[in-house]
Every structure is written in C-alpha cells, then in structure tokens.
C-alpha cells in the first residue's frame, strides 16, 4: 500500500507544525515583540486608564469596570451598566409565561417567545429601542480611538 508520501514529511499527526518548531525537535524560536503585548501585567495595561476618572452608572450609582459592553443612557447618552440596562427595560414590560426579553443588537432589546422549551427558536413580539439610533457618544468614541477602531 503506497501512499506517495515515502521520504516526505509526516502528512498525519501533530510534530512540526506551528508552535515555534522549525525542523529541529526542541528548536525554539524566539517570540516577536508584537506579540509580547497580550504577556502584559494587569497593572500595565491598567496604566492605558489611568488617566480617565472612573464612570459611574447613571442607573445603579456604581463604577462601570467593562466600559466596552455599557450601553448609553436612556437621559443624557451617559454610560449605563448592561444589566442594569436590561432591567429597567424589563420592569416596564408585561410578559407572558412564553415571553423574555433580549437584546438583539444596536442598542435595542425586544419581547421575544420562544416556540419549544429548547429555547432554540423564537419570534420578536415586539422591539424596545434603548439608544438613539445613529447617535455617536463621546465616551464610545474614546474606547473606539484607544482600540484603533
């Protein structure tokens, strides 16, 4: 049984591929300084932040730590807690046995019922608009500019 691969490299299995290997068994090959960037110390990549003052919620009165996953307020476009978001547009709902709410993306959340208990598939009943459509917040534009976005 030939397979064509006689005097080649091995085709099947896991050595000599990637992970710094170039030929040699245990040749290692230095890392870039690109990449050094994710090794950073927690204080280090705090520093980035450092000189912003902390954001509170304008919902919950605490200091939001995830700055990238706070949605704007419904007054005044100030960051607000995601969870806290959630709540409040919960709290005003009335909802059937069947029905939750979600987030379905660009700051709007919506009534959704789901069809089996697999939760697997679902209709949106109805669509809840949190943040102004199109409206570019400061505090965005700043996490967009520091991420090179």
């Not at 064509?4 to 170039?22: E, I």
């Not at 208990?117 to 520091?146: H, N, P």
Request: charged fraction near 30%; hydrophobic fraction near 30%.
């Amino acid at each position: 049984m030939a397979d064509g691969n006689n005097g080649s490299k091995r085709r099947f299995g896991r050595r000599g591929r990637g992970r710094g290997r170039s030929g040699a068994r245990g040749a290692e090959v230095p890392v870039e300084k690109d990449r050094a960037v994710a090794a950073e110390s927690p204080e280090e990549q705090k520093s980035i932040f450092a000189d912003q003052p902390p954001v509170v919620c304008g919902i919950c009165g605490k200091q939001i730590f995830d700055l990238s996953s706070a949605l704007a307020g419904r007054d005044g476009g100030q960051p607000v807690h995601f969870d806290c978001a959630l709540a409040s547009v919960s709290e005003g709902e009335r909802l059937e046995p069947s029905e939750r709410v979600a987030y379905i993306g660009r700051g709007s959340f919506a009534v959704v019922e789901y069809r089996d208990k697999s939760m697997t598939a679902f209709t949106v009943k109805r669509r809840l608009q949190w943040e102004k459509e199109g409206e570019k917040y400061d505090w965005r534009k700043s996490i967009q500019q520091r991420m090179g976005l």
